[in-house]
Nanobody, 117 residues
């Protein structure tokens, strides 16, 4: 059974930075696709960024140029570096693991990111 544990969320002023981490258990991390999603109050969960097992990345248009997803297979951890944060980035951020592209089998509990104006 895979467990995903996110950390690194918090309160930051607009223009600031945060780095989220997602630590995975189990033996499937290195060949899994990983993704960061977010859900703001009253809105649906939306894709933020994904990274394949070969480290090919994909970003939502709203975060391109500001966020960077990366992974460290030796630590079974995926990261989301968030720069130039905006109030509209405020949400709960979730980490997901997919053995098949786009089909997420496991999710973390989420970490709150709040950006003040």
């Amino acid at each position: 059974q895979v467990q995903l544990v996110e950390s690194g969320g918090g309160l930051v002023q607009a223009g600031g930075s945060l780095r989220l981490s997602c630590a995975a258990s189990g033996s499937t991390f290195s060949f899994s696709h990983m993704g960061w999603y977010r859900q703001a109050p009253g809105k649906q969960r939306e894709l933020v960024a994904t990274i394949t097992s070969r480290s090919t990345t994909n970003y939502a248009d709203s975060v391109k140029g500001r966020f960077t997803i990366s992974r460290d297979n030796t630590k079974k951890t995926v990261y989301l570096q968030m720069n130039d944060l905006k109030p509209e980035d405020t949400a709960v951020y979730y980490c997901g693991q997919a053995l098949m592209p786009g089909k997420y089998d496991f999710w973390g509990q989420g970490t709150q990111v709040t950006v003040s104006s």
